[in-house]
C-alpha cells in the first residue's frame, strides 16, 4: 500500500534536485549497482506519430475513493493521485530529472518577478475551461490557496505548507493573469500549483463541500484530456473516456478503464490479459510471474519511493522512546529488505536517510551517524534499562504487564505480510512479542488517518520536492503526521527550509532535522522501494515514471 506525499520533494524527496540523472536519456536500472539514479525513467517513449489513434488502456487499483478531493487527507492515496491525473488542470509537467516545466496547455507563461519575497506571474492559457465551460483562472487557484493556508482547521488539508506562505493572490484585468506574493523567499513556489495547478473554486470554498463534496468524481469540476464516462459499482470499473471540450493534443486512447483488483491477483489478471499493467512494487512471485508473459515487459525505474514502518507514539507502549529505539535496534532492515526484495532484480540495502536517498549528493547515513541501527544487544540493554525483564516464556515483563506492540498488516500486500513476519521473529529475539493484527486494504486510509494503529507499514511515493516532505510527514501540525510525534526542533527547520534558498545550506538543515527525527524513531525507513512495471510490450509512453510525470494524452499502442 502507498500513500503519496505532496512535498516538491514528493514521498519524502525529490531527492535531491541536484543529484539527478540524465535528463531525456530513457534509463533501465542496472541489476548490479549499488545505487539507483532517483531519475531512472522506462517508459517506452514513442513520438505520437508512431502511435495509433484508439484502444482501450486497462488498469489496476486498490479501491475506489470515498473521498476524491486532492487536497483533503483522505484524497491523499497514489492510486486516486493516478487517476486524477488525467482529469484534472496540471500546471506544470516534470521532466526525468523532476525539474517542473510549465505545461501551455493551462499556463502560457511563468514569471518569477521577485526573489525576496517570491513574487510569481502566471499568464493561463484562456481556452482552458472546467467541465461545465466556466474557465479555468485565478478564482481558482485563489479558492486553492485560502482553503489550505492553515487558517480554516476545519479544512482537512493533506499539507498547508504551500499555501501558508502566500501573502496574497491578485489578478489583472483578466482573471488569467495572477500574481501570487508570498510573505518572503520560498524557493519551492511551483510546489503548490503543479498537480493540480487549480480546483474549481465552488468544489472547495466551503466547508462541507471541501470534506464530503468529492464523494464521486463530478464532470463539472473536472479538466483534463479525459472524464469520466461511468463507474460500475458490480464490477468496481470506473471508465474515463476523451474529454470533447479538450484544447490541447487529443488523447490517442478511446478509453481508460480503473478495476478494482486485488494486489496479489494482479499478476494473473496481467497473464489473462485482463489488464494491460500493473505496479509490481515489492512483490517476486509477481516479478517473475510478469517475466512469463509473452509480448510483456517490465519497465524499471528508481524514483523517490521507500517502505518504510511508521510508529505511532500516541499508541499503546509505542509511547515510551526508549521501546521504540530498542524495536529500531530489534530489527535487521538488511534481512527485512532482501526478503521483500528476493528474486528481484534490485540493489538490496537499507535506506538511512528519510530525505535523500543514497546516490543523491545531500545524503548522510543518519543510522550510522546517531547509531541507531540493527544491534540487538542494544535492545536488549535499553528495554533492561526500562524494568522490562525476560519471564518465562521469553517475553518482558514489567509490573504484570507483557511487552506487546501490535502490527497492523494489509492483507493481500505481500511486502506489508513479509514484514510482518519478519518483525515479529526478530522482536521476539529480544523479548518483544509482535502482534499481527490483518485488515482488508480497503480499511487502510480509515486505520491510518485515524490512528487506530501502533506499527503500520507502507510506501511513501514521492514527487520532485524533498524538503517540503520534511514538513508535511513529520511537522506536529501536519495531517499527514500519522505517527502523532511532535518535534519542536524539527518544526523549526521546516521553516527555514521554506524560505532557505540556498541549496547547500538546505541539504544541512535537512539532515540537522534528519538525524531527530530518526533519534525519536518517526519513521523507521526500510529501502529505497523498486517502481517495477509490467506492461504490455507494445503499450508506450508509460511505464516506470521515476520523478517524470504522465502525459495520458500521449499514452497509445505502437501501431
Known amino acids: 500500500m502507498s500513500i503519496q506525499a505532496r512535498f516538491f520533494l514528493v514521498l519524502a524527496v525529490c531527492l535531491s534536485l541536484a543529484a539527478c540523472g540524465d535528463k531525456n536519456k530513457q534509463q533501465n536500472t542496472t ?22 489513434q484508439g484502444g482501450e488502456l486497462r488498469l489496476a487499483i486498490a479501491n475506489v475513493a470515498e473521498n476524491w478531493n486532492p487536497l483533503h487527507i483522505d484524497g491523499n492515496h497514489h492510486d486516486y493521485s493516478r487517476i486524477r491525473g488525467s482529469l484534472l488542470p496540471v500546471f506544470f509537467h516534470f521532466d526525468s530529472q523532476g525539474v517542473p516545466v510549465p505545461n501551455p496547455d493551462y499556463v502560457l507563461s511563468v514569471e518569477v518577478v521577485s526573489d525576496d519575497p517570491t513574487v510569481v506571474r502566471y499568464q493561463l492559457n484562456p481556452k482552458a475551461v472546467w467541465g461545465d465551460g466556466s474557465p479555468v483562472d485565478g478564482d481558482d487557484m485563489y479558492a486553492k490557496w485560502q482553503a489550505c493556508n492553515g487558517e480554516k482547521k476545519e479544512f482537512n488539508c493533506t499539507s ?87 484544447w490541447g493534443e487529443p488523447p490517442l486512447l478511446d478509453k481508460i478503464s480503473w478495476r478494482v483488483i486485488a494486489n496479489d491477483a494482479r499478476a494473473q489478471a496481467f497473464a489473462n490479459a485482463e489488464i494491460d499493467a500493473f505496479d509490481i512494487a515489492s512483490d517476486p512471485d509477481a516479478f517473475q510471474r510478469a517475466l512469463r508473459v509473452d509480448n510483456a515487459q517490465v519497465r524499471k525505474a528508481g524514483g523517490p519511493n521507500f517502505r518504510h514502518f511508521t510508529f505511532n507514539s500516541k499508541a499503546g507502549l509505542l509511547q515510551n522512546l526508549s521501546i521504540r529505539q530498542a524495536i529500531v535496534h530489534a530489527l535487521d532492515r538488511q534481512a527485512i529488505a532482501a526478503s521483500d526484495l528476493a528474486g528481484i532484480d534490485w540493489p538490496v540495502k537499507p535506506l538511512n536517510n528519510h530525505v535523500f536517498l543514497q546516490s543523491q549528493a545531500g545524503f548522510v547515513d543518519t543510522a550510522e551517524l546517531t547509531g541507531l541501527d540493527y544491534d540487538p544487544d542494544k535492545a536488549r540493554t535499553l528495554l533492561d534499562e526500562q524494568g522490562w525483564q525476560v519471564g518465562e516464556d521469553g517475553i518482558r515483563e514489567k509490573d504484570g504487564e507483557k511487552l506487546i506492540v501490535r502490527f497492523m498488516q494489509l492483507a493481500t500486500v505481500k511486502a506489508s505480510e513479509n514484514e510482518a513476519l519478519q518483525a515479529q521473529s526478530m522482536l521476539k529475539e529480544v523479548g518483544v512479542q509482535l502482534d499481527i493484527v490483518t485488515i482488508p486494504v480497503t480499511q487502510f486510509s480509515q486505520t491510518l488517518t485515524g490512528h487506530e494503529f501502533e506499527i503500520i507499514a507502507f510506501s511513501w511515493i514521492g514527487t520532485p520536492y524533498p524538503f517540503s516532505g520534511i514538513k508535511q510527514i513529520y511537522g506536529t501540525d501536519s495531517e499527514s503526521n500519522f505517527a502523532q510525534l511532535s518535534m519542536p526542533e524539527v518544526d523549526s527547520i521546516a521553516d527555514q527550509l521554506a524560505t532557505e534558498t540556498d541549496i547547500a545550506k538546505r541539504i544541512e538543515l535537512a539532515n540537522q532535522a534528519d538525524k531527530i527525527i530518526w533519534e525519536q524513531v518517526h519513521t523507521l525507513p526500510l529501502y529505497q522501494r523498486p517502481e517495477l512495471i509490467a506492461t504490455r510490450e507494445d503499450l508506450a509512453n508509460y511505464g516506470a515514471f521515476g520523478l517524470s510525470s504522465k502525459r495520458w494524452e500521449n499514452i497509445g499502442f505502437i501501431k
Open 160 to 246: 498547508t505548507e504551500s499555501f501558508e506562505t502566500i501573502e496574497s493572490i491578485t489578478m489583472g484585468e483578466e482573471k488569467t493573469d495572477v500574481t501570487i506574493t508570498y510573505k518572503s523567499a520560498f524557493p519551492d513556489w511551483s510546489q503548490g500549483f503543479s498537480i493540480p495547478g487549480a480546483i474549481k473554486a465552488e468544489s472547495i470554498s466551503d466547508l462541507e463541500t471541501f470534506n464530503t463534496g468529492w464523494s464521486e468524481l463530478n464532470n463539472d469540476w473536472l479538466s483534463g484530456p479525459f472524464k469520466v464516462d461511468s463507474y460500475d459499482a458490480t464490477q468496481k470499473i470506473l471508465t474515463l473516456v476523451p474529454n470533447e471540450n479538450w
Open 31 to 52: 541489476e548490479s549497482a549499488d545505487t539507483v539514479e532517483a531519475t531512472a525513467q522506462d517508459i517506452n517513449a514513442q513520438e505520437r506519430e508512431k502511435l495509433r
